[in-house]
């Protein structure tokens, strides 16, 4: 309730301009990203992106992992300013190293590289839900792509992957490995070679897909430039229900009971 109250509630003196939200979900298959502001009568969605969109630039397989929900969070973020007409104000990081870009202009810390005179970066608060935020968390990941695409989410290194609580050191390639699929490319490789039937079940799509293991940084790469070039939303197919199909008419009370008379005089004879 209180994390809830202090994501929607704004200052009073703000007079009614809206707190958003980088809203960041996990269903079985996708991820889905939203922006999105509190009113009254409930939440309004600014725009949205979901990982069922990255086959469209290029990524067909992977859809709900680390690297998968950084193209998301990329993907809303580019969108949003394209919106809202801050995209070429705000480019955001297109260098990836996974370090956390921010500065500060007067007394107050904005979380990109630079921040323009006349426009200030368009500023959204991560809401996780229920999710459990531990280190090395996918929400992270879709927080990150969202930072790099220009958007100002407050956020440290704590709990990015390659970040040590004990020794409090970032290991950003470590982070960066994770953004370019690294992880998922060395899990195949084990997995190819300790037990290659369990491999061709778990990575049945990749193989089917013909990724390879040592692809991914490079499969990646080209699905960010895109995203970038185009962050745009598909155009709405035009949908044509099947007509051909007629529900059977409903029989009357009379023609219900002769039904259960004729069911049992069959009984009896």
Do not use: W
Not at 66 to 85: F, H, I, M
Request: charged share 35%; net charge neutral.
């Amino acid at each position: 309730y209180r994390q809830r109250k202090r994501l929607c509630a704004q200052a009073k003196n703000k007079y009614q301009s809206p707190k958003y939200r980088l809203i960041v979900r996990f269903t079985n298959k996708f991820v889905i990203c939203q922006i999105a502001y509190s009113l009254i009568d409930g939440d309004r969605i600014l725009c949205q992106a979901n990982s069922a969109e990255l086959p469209r630039y290029g990524l067909e397989v992977g859809l709900k992992n680390y690297a998968a929900a950084y193209c998301t969070g990329l993907l809303v973020a580019r969108r949003l300013l394209q919106k809202v007409g801050l995209d070429e104000t705000y480019e955001g990081n297109t260098d990836i190293d996974a370090e956390v870009v921010k500065c500060e202009v007067g007394k107050k810390t904005y979380y990109v590289e630079e921040v323009d005179e006349e426009k200030r970066p368009f500023r959204a608060l991560l809401d996780v839900g229920v999710r459990a935020t531990t280190t090395g968390c996918r929400i992270f990941g879709a927080l990150k792509g969202a930072a790099d695409g220009g958007l100002d989410v407050p956020h440290s290194e704590k709990r990015f992957p390659g970040y040590d609580r004990d020794a409090k050191e970032y290991d950003a390639d470590m982070h960066r490995e994770r953004i370019f699929g690294g992880h998922v490319g060395e899990y195949m490789e084990y997995l190819e070679e300790e037990d290659n039937t369990k491999f061709k079940e778990q990575f049945a799509s990749y193989v089917a897909a013909e990724v390879e293991p040592d692809d991914l940084e490079e499969l990646y790469e080209g699905v960010h430039e895109k995203i970038r070039e185009d962050p745009s939303a598909a155009d709405k197919e035009d949908f044509s229900p099947d007509k051909s199909f007629k529900r059977k008419a409903k029989i009357s009370l009379q023609e219900r009971k002769a039904r259960v008379q004729a069911k049992k005089d069959a009984k009896k004879g």
